[in-house]
């Protein structure tokens, strides 16, 4: 799920429908950059979803389920911009 996801606008797509689909509340817990002054470096930003599955998203129909998880991304920059992202997942 939002594996292989290139470009902008595929993931704004793909966030588009994650927010739609779970109804989602996202708070902002914890963000960190090292970005040299050419911008390049890593960064990332933990967040707290707050989500109910309420629509079909990515062939998953919906189930009414809720939860909270938290997440943290780690993005890769590259001349001020984000050029990789992770959203490791812990088993």
Known sequence: MGRDIRG???LKNWASQFVN???SR?????????IDAAGNGRAFFTMCLHWKQEEEFMGLKP????GTSIK???LTVKDGKAVRWMLPTIL
């Open 8 to 10: 902008r606008e595929a």
């Open 21 to 23: 689909a779970l109804k």
């Open 26 to 34: 996202v708070d902002l817990v914890d963000e960190f950059e090292a």
């Open 63 to 66: 189930t009414g389920r809720e």
């Open 72 to 74: 943290t991304m780690i």
